[in-house]
């Protein structure tokens, strides 16, 4: 163990700014009552008690009953926070502050004050219009504070100045009438009076700053509310009462739209505009009697998403569509298996101080100063739902922490009651499927910065649409790869046959220049070889004088005649190996074709296909083709048999003269002549010595004569049949592409069909085209440079400014045509032929220049995604790491497992998370469980998290490791004097934490 503490020590001392290293400075944290966040919880905000003194509530009910009976609804109901109503005053919210400091009400979290005013103008009804001030009770002081306040809102009658207290309220009654039996008549009679103007209470409020600040005003919309003021003329009063507003007291769903700005004549703009602000609509059971406690009508119960706190009813101003829910039973989980509850650990060596941490079933928020251990929860949850370790990671909290983490145990709780553990470091969750997502910080930096040409991007993106598609479209197959590559079997057999063709016209291409270019040393062989003839001409009339000149002349002749056999049997040769070369292709075609043949029946009857029709299959081949062959061969081999000659059996048959035009007897005859032509021996070989050489010259320069015609018409007419083949293959090469792009769609529908569900601002769309990785061959062209040549850079930036600007966006494009005009011209401009002289290096060829030019391994048919109008390989680090995350936020949208993602926020800025991440954040939350590890505070408050987990560690003197806690609590956790609520946390560990609370808290207002 000593060993292993000092090389943690030393790997401590050398880790980045991600090392698990506690903070020096210790920073205190006020623990919150409600640690698993904002939660969906029961509210009723407008429940009366005896006490109010309108609408005849609870008659004749002692206060006793009363609390008996709204205890008994609140634990039948499962009532989180209560609104205590009364009207112009707080009487029954006293004495129920009372009764639950006497310990009554033990499973009401919150009592709040509800003051409900009637205020002037009146409504079509005649009835003074209903407004409500909520009062955030949090201050110790806050009865005196908000009687003292009333006290000060005043109503005139003649000319004396009344207080909205219960002194006050009843000298203002007995003012108006003297016959009250006591004071309690009184003062209702005084409440029942007491109306004052809008303008009045505007006022009042704008003088008053602590109720200003401390509490929330409420107006009802129905016909008691801002809709019962009459349509003419009111227009302005009823926008001036809306601005005042925070919410609306209203459980009708198209009142909720409105006001939310969800009317597609209204928008959320117009409201903003128009009143102010979004206003959130809550709703209460408005009760004035038992039966009706925490029962309003229709079952719209009112829930909202909070700590059962002040604060935590202050969130709907800022989130009033998504905190706040009117219904029978709040937003709940489909699948209750795919939440992780709590995560445990045990057997800790002090690396952890808790036990437990519960976790919400929304988005989790992890923060904390470099090293506090916010990588370990992620990781650790990971780990016991059955994610691998990735031991090369270099950010992993395993890697890091693992001399000292062995055998320690972390255990998942899910929603359904089950449980999952991993001992730490070598036996993890075994399940065949992770029951997490996890997204690593290495997982995504890779993704997004090494990953420079965004394929392995793509792959990942791939990899979760494949689960969009139902089972009928993955056809049996495991994964996306697999499908395709089976869809693109035949096309790819086409493209591969294509390739090999070009290789092979390139060959032939090479050799027929290769023959062209000999054409001018044969021109200068043939003026040589003239000039020797003529020299030697010159010597013939020197040897000739004492010779037999007839001798001579029939020497000549049959001379004449054995180079004429000889040239015949030369066509003939050269025609048999032409035929025997057909004859070995035709051979090499049946036994592909049937080799082919026979792989296709072993699929056939891998899928079923009958027999009968299987054998059916093979092509039936012509006999009399190689019979013909055959036959032409055996003629052409008696031809040259019979231009050799043999020798007579018999005395007859020499006589007959059949043979006399063969090369035996040619050659004889011409021996004999030899004999004749001189007596002289010495005259007679310098004559047929001469004579001789002049033949065989005037033979070579017959040769040469017929190469070169050869060379300049049939060599290259078929020098430019090949190229014109070539470039014909190259296209059909394109053509082939094309052709398979509607496969390729509808294979790529189902994808984006599912894209276009996702109905978001900043659109992914998927399309069919070409893959060019052009830049890999434009790197291979330069191996073929020699550097020492003039002109080399030149040329090599002439060739990829073409390319780039030409030839690229034609492959693209895919139309053949303009691939044709573009190549053509590329062709032209790199001239093999020409680079091979003035720019290439000794050791390269024609034929490697030209499987260069015409090769197609660097274009294929594939599908790009865009974002937001641009590819992925085009896209900044930042911006593949949104693009990658809102995949995986919105897209994975069958997979509800819990999605753990570990700092995504690498390489963006504020702007960037606000404006295109936390809008899918905020979407996906609703459906899956999120655990986020991060330092970007738009990330926490933007995204409205339901729970946040700040992560703290300490290291002592005699551990080499840190001792991680977690603190976790909901934005609305406001802290006291030095220790620090979840929203003080934030602020101070988060750069840009507060003013992105202020962003948050002015999103659906003009000001506040």
């Known amino acids: ?58 008659s ?85 504070k908000i009687k003292r306040s009333l006290k000060n809102l005043k109503f005139i009658y003649k000319g004396e100045r009344y207080g909205c207290s219960r002194n006050e309220l009843i000298e203002f009654a007995r003012k108006q009438k003297s016959d009250f039996e006591n004071d309690d008549h009184a003062y209702r009679f005084g409440i029942e009076q007491f109306k004052p103007d809008r303008t009045d209470l505007k006022k009042w409020l704008e003088e008053e700053a602590w109720l200003r600040s401390n509490c929330l005003i409420g107006i009802a919309n129905g016909k008691d509310g801002i809709s019962g003021l009459p349509l003419d003329g009111f227009a302005a009063i009823r926008d001036e009462m809306l601005c005042l507003c925070d919410f609306v007291f209203s459980g009708n769903p198209r009142d909720r739209e409105h006001y939310l700005g969800k009317k597609s004549e209204v928008t959320a703009e117009d409201i903003i505009s128009q009143y102010g602000s979004l206003k959130p609509c809550i709703h209460g059971s408005d009760a004035h009697e038992i039966e009706k406690l925490f029962q309003p009508d229709n079952e719209r119960f009112c829930w909202i998403k909070s700590d059962p706190t002040f604060q935590g009813l202050r969130q709907i101003l800022w989130e009033p569509e998504d905190r706040v829910h009117i219904g029978a039973v709040p937003p709940q989980p489909t699948d209750k298996s795919q939440l992780i509850r709590r995560i445990s650990f045990s057997n800790t060596k002090n690396w952890f101080t808790q036990k437990n941490v519960e976790l919400n079933a929304g988005l989790v928020a992890v923060i904390g100063e470099k090293g506090a251990g916010k990588t370990a929860i992620a990781e650790l949850a990971a780990f016991a739902a059955g994610v691998p370790w990735d031991k090369k990671s270099q950010s992993s909290f395993i890697t890091k922490g693992r001399p000292h983490l062995s055998d320690v145990k972390v255990q998942l709780k899910w929603g359904n009651g089950s449980t999952t553990s991993a001992i730490l470091v070598d036996k993890p969750h075994l399940v065949s499927l992770p029951l997490v997502r996890y997204l690593s910080q290495d997982f995504v930096e890779r993704l997004c910065s090494s990953d420079y040409e965004g394929h392995e991007l793509q792959k990942a993106i791939e990899d979760v649409v494949f689960t969009r598609l139902n089972e009928i479209q993955k056809e049996g197959y495991s994964s996306f790869s697999e499908l395709r590559k089976a869809r693109e079997a035949a096309s790819s057999m086409r493209r591969e046959k294509f390739r090999g063709e070009i290789a092979t016209l390139n060959k032939e291409i090479e050799r027929l220049y290769q023959t062209i270019s000999q054409r001018q040393s044969k021109v200068d062989s043939k003026k040589e070889v003239e000039k020797q003839i003529e020299d030697l001409n010159k010597q013939l009339p020197d040897a000739t004088q004492f010779i037999d000149q007839e001798m001579f002349e029939q020497l000549q002749e049959q001379q004449n005649l054995l180079a004429g056999i000889e040239k015949n049997i030369a066509t003939k040769t050269r025609l048999r190996r032409e035929i025997e070369d057909v004859k070995q292709t035709y051979g090499l075609l049946k036994s592909k074709v049937e080799s082919e043949v026979k792989e296709i029946q072993g699929k056939l009857r891998e899928v079923g296909i009958e027999e009968d029709l299987i054998k059916r299959m093979p092509p039936i081949w012509d006999g009399t083709v190689d019979l013909s062959l055959n036959s032409k061969l055996q003629t052409i081999d008696s031809d040259i048999t019979k231009l050799k000659g043999s020798e007579p059996e018999d005395t007859e048959s020499k006589n007959d003269g059949t043979n006399s035009k063969t090369i035996l007897a040619v050659t004889k005859s011409i021996t004999e002549l030899k004999e004749k032509v001189s007596k002289d021996e010495e005259r007679r070989k310098r004559l047929l010595d001469l004579q001789k050489q002049i033949s065989e010259r005037k033979g070579t320069v017959e040769r040469l004569e017929m190469e070169i015609k050869n060379l300049d018409t049939r060599v290259k007419k078929l020098l430019s049949k090949k190229q014109s083949q070539l470039l014909e293959i190259y ?22 069909h599912a894209i276009e569900d996702l109905g978001m601002d900043k659109k992914f769309e998927i399309f069919v085209g070409y893959q060019i990785d052009f830049r890999a061959w434009l790197e291979n062209v330069g191996r073929f440079f020699d550097r020492r040549h003039a002109g080399v850079d030149e040329k090599k930036l002439e060739i990829e400014r073409f390319v780039e600007s030409s030839l690229v966006p034609a492959w693209k494009k895919g139309e053949i045509e303009e691939i044709r005009a573009q190549f053509e011209k590329f062709v032209k401009l790199f001239d093999a032929e020409s680079f091979l002289e003035k720019f290439a290096s000794l050791k390269t060829s024609l034929v490697e220049l030209y499987d260069w030019m015409y090769s197609t391994d660097h274009i294929s048919l594939n599908y790009k995604i865009r974002y937001n109008e641009t590819e992925l390989e085009y896209l900044s680090p930042g911006t593949r790491g949104i693009a990658l995350l809102v995949l995986y936020l919105l897209m994975d949208e069958d997979d509800t497992r819990p999605l753990i993602i570990d700092q995504p926020e690498g390489n963006l800025d504020n702007s960037s998370v606000y404006d295109q991440l936390v809008p899918y954040i905020r979407k996906a939350k609703k459906r899956r469980q999120i655990i986020l590890v991060t330092h970007n505070p738009n990330l926490v408050v933007a995204t409205d998290a339901e729970q946040v987990i700040i992560a703290t560690a300490e290291r002592s003197n005699s551990q080499s490791y840190p001792t991680i806690k977690y603190n976790p609590g909901s934005l609305e956790h406001i802290g006291k004097a030095s220790n620090l609520g979840v929203r003080e946390a934030v602020c101070l560990l988060l750069e840009g934490g507060e003013p992105a609370f202020k962003v948050r808290e002015n999103r659906y207002a003009l000001s506040k």
């Open 731 to 752: 296209l059909e090469f394109f053509s082939a592409l094309k052709d398979d792009e509607a496969g390729l769609r509808d294979l790529y529908i189902p994808i984006q």
């Open 1 to 58: 163990m000593m060993s292993q503490g000092k090389e943690y020590q030393s790997t401590l001392s050398t880790m980045d700014e991600r090392s698990i290293v506690g903070t020096e400075k210790s920073i205190s944290f006020l623990k919150s009552k409600y640690p698993k966040g904002s939660q969906w919880r029961l509210w009723d905000l407008h429940v009366h008690t005896p006490c109010s003194r309108m609408g005849n509530a609870f």
């Open 60 to 144: 004749g009910m002692e206060w006793d009953e009363y609390v008996n009976a709204l205890e008994s609804a609140s634990e039948r109901s499962g009532i989180a926070v209560i609104g205590v109503t009364d009207y112009m005053s707080i009487d029954g919210y006293e004495k129920l502050v009372i009764a639950k400091k006497d310990g009554r009400l033990k499973n009401v979290h919150l009592l709040i004050p509800n003051v409900e005013f009637r205020i002037m103008p009146q409504t079509r009804d005649g009835k003074a219009l209903n407004l409500h001030l909520l009062i955030d009770p949090s201050d110790p002081d806050h009865i005196a």
